[in-house]
């Protein structure tokens, strides 16, 4: 698991270097950008899924809506990072919403015609873009196992050596881990509160398992983090 998501990560920011328009000579020229402000959608579930999106600059929430109206947030994705993608798998109708979450977020669309022309030329981008939609899906079913199986403790700590895992720096034993994320953004990952959050970070730090700040966490030892 924990190849397959550093994978997951750093192909996704390699494709959007190969896929941007503003990156490919033949589209470049008439391909703009899309600016959104905190809070505004880029989609809703049920909107025609026509395009991928990748994130120029700022910030954008995935997730959905249960039957109840309550928000579940699967993902929080930022610069070099695509979204958007489960509709080169046949995806007619989005089952999922992208909020931006910064007062300026900047993203560049690409239509599902033009990425199919440019995977049926390169034949690497081809197999690169369905591992990633196999890994994204393999995320989300991890993510759904903690929701379902897990307290909210063992969330929050699995939360946090995946994050490690994706994303993180190896610093000998220790692992840092660079993030945007504040304690309600780590809530609404892990399907718990604010207050939860803080608790049990808090605690970790006290027990000198962890250190974190608004930009960082620095897991001390990951195989001892539990």
């Known amino acids: 698991m924990s190849n397959a998501t550093a994978l997951w990560y750093f192909e996704s920011v390699d494709l959007y270097d190969i896929l941007c328009p503003h990156k490919v000579k033949t589209m470049a020229e008439r391909h703009q950008f899309n600016y959104f402000k905190k809070d505004e959608f880029i989609y809703f579930p049920d909107q025609p899924a026509q395009y991928i999106y990748m994130i120029a600059e700022g910030r954008v929430r995935i997730g959905h809506y249960l039957d109840d109206g309550k928000e579940v947030v699967t993902s929080i994705l930022s610069v070099g990072e695509i979204f958007g ?15 931006a979450m910064d007062e300026k977020t900047v993203v560049c669309p690409l239509s599902i015609d033009e990425l199919k ?15 990633l939609v196999g890994l994204r899906l393999m995320k989300l079913e991890r993510k759904l196992e903690l929701l379902v199986f897990k307290d909210a403790r063992t969330r929050v700590i699995e939360f946090i050596k995946d994050s490690a895992t994706w994303k993180g ?16 953004d780590i809530a609404a990952l892990t399907g718990t509160s604010r207050q939860t959050v803080t608790t049990i970070l808090n605690e970790l730090k006290e027990k000198n398992l ?10 001390r030892d990951l195989a001892n983090l539990k």
């Not at 034993?173 to 660079?178: D, K, N, Q, R």
């Not at 962890?210 to 897991?219: A, E, G, P």
């Open 85 to 99: 993608e489960l509709a080169l798998a046949g995806e007619e109708l989005r089952r999922d919403f992208a909020q």
């Open 117 to 131: 022309q440019l995977m049926y030329d390169n034949r690497e981008l081809s197999f690169k873009m369905l591992k």
């Open 169 to 184: 720096k190896k610093i000998g034993y220790e692992t840092l881990v660079p993030t945007k994320l504040t304690h309600k």
């Open 210 to 219: 962890i250190n974190f700040d608004r930009k960082k966490i620095l897991v």
